[in-house]
């Protein structure tokens, strides 16, 4: 159970995540409400490649291994998220997530995630705009 305090905090933790900035406070309010915290042990596979899109996470406290292929791309700490591209299309993940150390994120489902898309248009025009940039980003540093 998420107390007010905690409840105001992951909104703010939220906020921060570049793909939902663009949402109003309500919005993201929604969401937390609907999200929950989850704690994971070491080594505990949070994502797997090829697997199916259920939430997107954001690291809390801990940090993860990012893996594709087998080999270690990124790691992952607090602020840090993963899952936001599977949620948005439904296709399977790209990469492995697993928890390098004792890990707490705040899991955001995609039932939740797609009923904010469906109440704001104007986030979900927003939304491209951040996955274009993004996009861009990628083919310039590729």
Known sequence: MKTTQDAQELERLLGEVPLLKPLSAKRRRQLVDRSRVVNHDTGHVLAAEGGGALAMHLILAGSAAVTTGGEQV???????????????????RSAEVTAAEPLSVLAVPYQAFQEVLDAEPAFARELLVVLCARLREAESSG
């Open 74 to 92: 990124r790691t992952l700490r607090p602020g840090d998220y993963f899952g936001e591209i599977s949620l948005i299309d439904g296709k399977p």
